[in-house]
Nanobody
Framework: QVQLVESGGGLVQAGDSLRLSCAGS????????MGWFRQAPGKAREFVAA??????????RYADSVKGRFTISRDNAKNTVYLQMYTLKPEDTAVYYC??????????????????WGQGTQVTVSS
């Protein structure tokens, strides 16, 4: 049974940093695409970042709204993917979810591509 557990969310001020973690269990994730998405109240789930590793090659993809501020990475030995967030803005406030895509060979921005999801972690950025 695949499980994804996010952690690291919290309440911060604008300009602060946070690092989210997504720990996976139930299978080895190293060759699969992992993604971070977020959902604010009343809005659809929105792509944030995704990462795909194949051999020595790692591909990443970012939403324009976070490019240059957020960094996605993974530690395959720990079956964990991270989202380092810098210079947070109030508009980054949302529940952040990590997802596992079992089929794609490149980072995907469409949430329908993802097969498993974590329960989410709240990030609140005050102005």
């Amino acid at each position: 049974q695949v499980q994804l557990v996010e952690s690291g969310g919290g309440l911060v001020q604008a300009g602060d940093s946070l690092r989210l973690s997504c720990a996976g269990s139930g299978r080895t994730f190293s060759t699969y695409t992992m993604g971070w998405f977020r959902q604010a109240p009343g809005k659809a789930r929105e792509f944030v970042a995704a990462i795909t590793s194949s051999g020595s090659t790692t591909m990443t993809r970012y939403a324009d709204s976070v490019k240059g501020r957020f960094t996605i990475s993974r530690d395959n030995a720990k079956n964990t993917v991270y989202l380092q967030m810098y210079t947070l803005k109030p508009e980054d406030t949302a529940v952040y979810y990590c997802g596992l895509d079992l089929s794609s060979f490149a980072p995907q921005a469409d949430p329908r591509r993802y097969d498993y999801w974590g329960q989410g972690t709240q990030v609140t950025v005050s102005s």
